[in-house]
């Protein structure tokens, strides 16, 4: 059992078992990588700078001089490993080298709430996948029927398509409401408004490290080499444009305004206590997507709603993202199986995560079952979907007896439109 030096709590989402990445800006306005330890960020920076990443994978690479970790998630797992254990290391209550000095220590360390988080990643693709089997039964039923909701495809392959990588915001970005065409229910005719039905979607990420030629494919065996760590995600949806737009080439417009993920790059080696074994794939996937050890993480979500007229966040949804049909190897093995290339940075999402309760459903389209079932806030107000004013707020961790590891907060406001 790991102890830092550096008090943290035990309900804190950082213990020195995580040590997450991310990027923030300095009082000097400049950017700095860091990871975090109980209440506070960790500039590699200053770090870096010192010579304290000497191992042989990271030795004058200055792999974290950069303004994001894109060269970093490029040197691959043995350099991600050598940098996670050299923290453990100095953050260890039994290593003097940062305990026991006074301005390394004031230098490193800084207070979470006195710095603003920025992106940490220079994105350049992002895919959207579809794999959570209990949301993909529910859209099926309410726009066919339960007996035909999943399409013949579904359990054959990971659904996906190809998202906006552009318009991908850091937790704590408000988002004007998108507008576009819709269809009046009683009219065969578009017109052009605000979007009405506004949505969240519950998800989460992961980044790839390195990558593969174009040509070459990344093997379901071998995938997870290639990802750096994992985000939550919360894909903004507008049900009434997408209603108009998708058939018959799918999201466009409806998804392509905002899609906000959380500061924090969580990786693979800190969440590793925690993975499951994946049920059997039935039917039989082809060989390309058959995974030795299909095993996903046990990670507990949960959606909260605020806005100025509630005395405390109204939780919509309890969730947990071992409610997967595809796991992530099999998504990245898939994406790559024409020979396209992935490069550091590239993310991809899970698709709107459901669980098998009406409480641990992802989006407002289910759990209001199409708006049909109003949620009832804690104020006494009711939503269909998102209103103007609404801040939703997504957090994420895998816990133990011992310490949780934990993602923070994913959070986006909608205000109005702009005219």
Not at 63 to 82: C, H, I, R, V, Y
Not at 333 to 345: E, F, I, K, L
Not at 350 to 368: C, W
Request: glycine share 8%.
């Amino acid at each position: 059992m790991l102890t830092s030096f550096i008090p943290v709590d035990k309900e804190s989402h950082f213990p020195i078992q995580n040590l997450p990445f991310s990027a923030f800006e300095t009082e000097d306005g400049e950017i700095h990588l860091c990871s975090a330890i109980g209440d506070y960020v960790i500039d590699l920076f200053v770090l870096d700078e010192a010579g304290l990443f000497d191992g042989k994978h990271l030795k004058d690479q200055f792999a974290f001089q950069d303004s994001t970790l894109n060269f970093f998630m490029g040197l691959g797992k043995p350099a991600w490993q050598e940098a996670r254990q050299t923290l453990t290391n100095l953050l260890d209550k039994e290593n003097p080298t940062l305990r026991d000095d006074d301005l390394l220590r004031s230098r490193v360390f800084i207070p979470m709430e006195d710095v603003e988080m920025v992106m940490p990643v220079e994105i350049g693709d992002y895919t959207d996948f579809y794999s959570s089997e209990q949301h993909a039964f529910n859209v099926g039923s309410m726009f066919r029927d339960p007996d035909n909701a999943l399409m013949p495809n579904w359990k054959h392959l990971p659904v996906g398509y190809h998202g906006r990588a552009s318009s991908i915001v850091l937790s704590g970005t408000d988002l004007h409401r998108p507008k576009g065409q819709t269809i009046p229910n009683d009219s065969d005719q578009p017109v052009f408004s605000d979007s009405k039905l506004l949505d969240f979607e519950l998800e989460v990420g992961f980044f790839t490290g390195p990558g593969n030629e174009l040509g070459d494919t990344i093997s379901v065996d071998n995938a997870e080499d290639h990802i750096f760590g994992m985000v939550l995600v919360n894909d903004w949806s507008a049900r009434d444009i997408q209603k108009w737009e998708y058939q018959p080439l799918g999201p466009f417009l409806a998804k392509n305004w905002a899609t906000s993920i959380s500061p924090w790059i969580v990786t693979l080696d800190a969440l590793s206590p925690f993975r499951l074994d994946m049920p059997e794939q039935d039917p039989e996937v082809l060989p390309y997507l058959n995974q030795k050890n299909r095993s996903t993480f046990d990670i507990n979500l949960e959606v909260y709603l605020d806005n100025e007229k509630l005395n405390e966040p109204h939780k919509l949804a309890t969730s947990n993202y071992k409610h997967m049909y595809w796991s992530m190897a099999q998504q990245l093995a898939h994406q790559t199986v024409t020979g396209c290339n992935v490069r550091p940075g590239d993310i991809y999402a899970s698709g709107t995560i459901s669980g098998n309760t009406e409480d641990s459903y992802g989006s407002m389209l289910e759990l209001t079952w199409k708006g049909t079932k109003p949620v009832q806030l804690n104020d006494g107000s009711e939503r269909k979907f998102i209103q103007d004013g609404d801040n939703i707020i997504m957090t994420g961790y895998a816990e133990n007896d011992d310490y949780r590891i934990g993602f923070g907060v994913v959070e986006g406001k909608i205000l109005p439109a702009k005219q």
